[in-house]
């Protein structure tokens, strides 16, 4: 059975950083690409960042690019988002979520799997 | 940026009765579109991929149709589990872009 599960979410004031992790299991993680995907509260989904299975492409939602920090550890099964500067409307529950290839390209890049999401507050 | 936009934005539908749900993209993106559903608390769950193709385990009341810019998801007799939020989302493009959902309620 596949499954993802987030952590790391929590209140975090503006300008400071949190690290996101997410922890696979049930599938060969480095096959797949993943992904961040954000929910605003009452909001509608953004897709904020996606990693190639093997690591070698990354990308970044204009949002978010130059702040926030994807990567992989396929040893692992692990998933990661670290976010710098972070600013109020960065307040969302973020979603873990599989891609159903190995890398997220144009034709390619929908999200079979989601893990229960980890909410993150960017409040003083 | 390819614009998503859903419509409507709730619907109101009986148990038992069809529902039809659109998304409308600004510039063509083929038949990449996926549809997803979300229920208070919970995830998004994948339901159609490649316009029409039903993800693993949906049932054959969820059915996706169009190309280009013009998308419809039909629920064909709706069961008290699929009033929910739907999303449909272009894969197309960079970036790759939700729309705004359509919300089904009971009548």
């Known amino acids: 059975e596949v499954q993802l599960l987030e952590s790391g979410g929590g209140l975090v004031q503006p300008g400071k950083s949190l690290r996101l992790s997410c922890v696979a299991s049930?599938?060969?993680?480095?096959?797949?690409?993943m992904s961040w995907v954000r929910q605003a509260p009452g909001k509608g989904l953004e897709w904020v960042s996606g990693?190639?299975?093997?690591?070698?492409?990354?990308y970044y939602a204009d949002s978010v690019k130059g702040r926030f920090t994807i990567s992989r550890d396929n040893s692992k099964n692990m998933l990661y988002l670290q976010m710098n500067s972070l600013r109020a409307e960065d307040t969302a529950v973020y979603y873990c979520?599989?891609?159903?290839?190995?890398?997220?390209?144009?034709?390619?890049?929908?999200?079979?799997?989601w893990g229960q999401g980890t909410l993150v507050t960017v409040s003083s | 940026e390819i614009l998503m936009t859903q419509s409507p934005a709730t619907l109101s539908v009986s148990p038992g009765e069809r529902a039809t749900l659109s998304c409308r993209a600004s510039?063509?993106?083929?038949?990449?579109l996926a549809w997803y559903q979300q229920k208070p608390g919970q995830a998004p769950r994948l339901l159609i991929s490649?316009?029409?193709t039903r993800a693993t385990g949906i049932p054959a009341r969820f059915s996706g149709s169009g190309l280009g810019t013009e998308f419809t998801l039909t629920i064909s007799s709706l069961q008290s589990e699929d009033f929910a939020i739907y999303y449909c989302?272009?894969?197309?493009?960079?970036?790759?872009?939700f729309g705004p959902g359509t919300k089904v309620d009971i009548k």
């Open positions: 490649g316009a029409s």
């Open positions: 049930g599938f060969t993680f480095n096959n797949f690409a």
């Open positions: 989302q272009q894969y197309n493009n960079w970036p790759f872009t």
């Open positions: 510039q063509s993106v083929s038949s990449n």
């Open positions: 979520a599989r891609d159903r290839f190995p890398y997220c390209t144009s034709g390619n890049c929908y999200f079979d799997y």
């Open positions: 990693i190639s299975g093997s690591d070698d492409t990354i």
